[in-house]
Structures are given as structure tokens and as C-alpha cells.
């Protein structure tokens, strides 16, 4: 999401007589980590109500500097790696670029984007992996010799369903490479107050739940 996209939602939200707050507050519900920090929506509001037009950023004097360069770029992988979880506005304090060139340089050099992290109830050892392994090869076998057929297999699945608002998702996005699958993120408190909700079911229909 670019700054652009901020400062048009800003500009509507300055015409319609809407606080710096509430601008702020609304594109952070809406974009997560890809909405401007409050200073600048303050400074960008400020402007609009004295007149400004234009959305883009200010012209800057001197030559034009190619920031592009091998370092710039190592420097914004180094931040990531060093925190997957880093926002826009983290890596544009820490580099001291301007946000725009910081999302180019993520999205065109870079080629990664940021994905919500998947959560699930526990990681499995390897023993029980290899238990689940165990238990799926006798039945392909069947599959085989067509002793069983698809309807005739009974699965399932479990969630958790918590009786309190969980964090939202957004704020366990992490920046991923091209091709590369979200994060695991690992979900256990057994304090928490909630109910295990267990769905059984085949092709045809579902079987029971609990």
C-alpha cells in the first residue's frame, strides 16, 4: 500500500471534517502495519486544511541520488531478518529512507511481501508425525486393492474456540520470500478460559461434533 493511497484517504477525511485521530485510527483498522504513523497523518491533515492538493511526495533539490544501491537494499533485508514482524515504519526509522523507497525496495528488489502467520494448536514431534505417517500407509494400501473407497473414510478436525477476543491475526504478519509459506505460529495458554469444538466427517456428510 503506498503513501499516495494514506494521503487521498487523509484529504477525503480532512474534507469531510474528520480529526487527525480518527483518520488515523480508521486507516490503522483498515491497512494494520501498512498505515501511516499518527505524526504523519497529523502533518499530512495539516496540510490539506491549509490548502495542499497534491498527494505526492515534495520535490527535493540537488542532484538526484540513486538510493537503490547493493547497501541500502542489504541493510532493509538485514532489518527483516533481524525482525520478520517489522512494520513500514520500523524499517524507515532504522534505515532513515522514506517509506516509498523502503516499499520498493521490499516489493521490486527484494520480491517479498507480508503474509499472516498461521496459527495452530501445537507443533507435532517427530514421533507423532511419524505415528500419522504410520497410520496413512496401510490405508493408501487399501486404496490400492480397492478394498476401501473414498466415501468410506472418516476424518476430522479440532479448534479451539476462546471466550475472550484473541489478538488479531495482522499483528502476527511476517514478511515472507516469493514462494515461501506463512510462519507457524505456535498458540498455547492452558489458563485460557475456552471450548475444544471437534467436527468428525466423510464425502458424503458430516458424521458427528462435539
Same mark, same amino acid.
Given at each position: 500500500m503506498t503513501d499516495e493511497f494514506n494521503r487521498y484517504y487523509i484529504k477525503i477525511r480532512v474534507i469531510l471534517g474528520i480529526d487527525s485521530k480518527t483518520t488515523f485510527n480508521e486507516l490503522t483498522q483498515?491497512?494494520?502495519p501498512d498505515a501511516l504513523s499518527y505524526p504523519m497523518v497529523r502533518k499530512w491533515a495539516k496540510r490539506f486544511r491549509e490548502g495542499r492538493e497534491d498527494v505526492s511526495d515534495d520535490p527535493r533539490s540537488g542532484r538526484p541520488i540513486s538510493?537503490?544501491?547493493d547497501e541500502n537494499i542489504e541493510r532493509v533485508r538485514q532489518v527483516i531478518e533481524d525482525d520478520p514482524h517489522s512494520t513500514y515504519d520500523d524499517i524507515t526509522v532504522e534505515i532513515g529512507l522514506s517509506r516509498g523507497i523502503i516499499e520498493r525496495i521490499i516489493h521490486d528488489c527484494l520480491k517479498i511481501r507480508k503474509v499472516t %502467520?498461521?496459527?495452530?494448536a501445537h507443533q507435532l514431534t517427530d514421533e507423532q508425525k511419524q505415528e500419522r505417517f504410520r497410520i496413512c500407509h496401510p490405508n493408501l494400501e487399501k486404496f490400492?486393492?480397492?478394498t476401501w473407497r473414498l466415501c468410506d473414510i472418516i476424518t476430522g478436525d479440532e479448534t479451539w474456540i476462546y471466550h475472550r477476543k484473541i489478538d488479531r491475526k495482522s499483528s502476527n504478519s511476517t514478511w515472507v520470500g516469493e514462494n515461501e509459506p506463512p510462519r507457524i505460529v505456535i498458540r498455547r495458554n492452558r489458563s485460557e478460559s475456552r471450548t475444544l469444538f471437534c467436527l468428525f466427517f466423510k464425502s458424503t456428510a458430516s458424521? %458427528?461434533?462435539t
Open positions: 483498515a491497512l494494520g538510493i537503490f544501491t %502467520s498461521c496459527w495452530v490400492g486393492n480397492e458424521c %458427528s461434533y
